[in-house]
């Protein structure tokens, strides 16, 4: 509903993922995990909008081009990948 979509732009760091990383040389913690590029955005007059630059981000959860995704990071960023090394 919208009252949850206002709800996670206002508490939570959205981005729609625009495209894949592709790599042929990478830190060896990030062999098997899949790189995107996503672009975060903000909610301007009800609608999602672009905002600031896009973002290469390690996916945790299976998201495609087109898809709304949540980012974060920091120390936070790592607790999908719990139990293995992060770089």
Known sequence: ????????????????VIGNVVSTVKNSTLTGRKLMVIQPLT??????????????????VGAGPGELVFWC????????????EVP
């Open 43 to 60: 909610a301007a007059g009800g609608a999602l909008k672009a905002a600031g630059k896009a973002m290469v981000a390690i996916d945790s």
């Open 73 to 84: 990071r920091g120390k936070e960023a790592s607790f999908p990948f719990e139990g293995s």
């Open 1 to 16: 509903s919208i009252r949850i979509l206002q709800f996670a732009i206002k508490f939570m760091q959205l981005a729609r």
